[in-house]
């Protein structure tokens, strides 16, 4: 399980949540996110916005993510 930080997260939807963590299991698959409100320990600051989006692949949806600066 890893925890990152990030400035901005833009959620599929199309709304942007500041100062979020988004948590991802050993495969990287999302499986949190959270605003973060104090300093976290094992929370990885990456900055910047990260946008995530549906998907779908043999019908079954999932969630992608792309780092933007």
Request: with cysteine; glycine share 6%; net charge neutral.
């Amino acid at each position: 399980m890893t925890r990152r930080a990030y400035n901005r997260v833009i959620l599929p939807d199309g709304n942007i949540c500041n100062q979020h963590v988004v948590v991802t299991d050993d495969s990287g698959n999302i499986i949190a996110h959270y605003p973060l409100t104090s300093e976290e320990a094992f929370t990885e600051w990456i900055g910047g916005t990260l946008d995530l989006r549906e998907s779908y692949q043999n019908d079954k949806k999932s969630i992608r993510y792309s780092k933007k600066h």
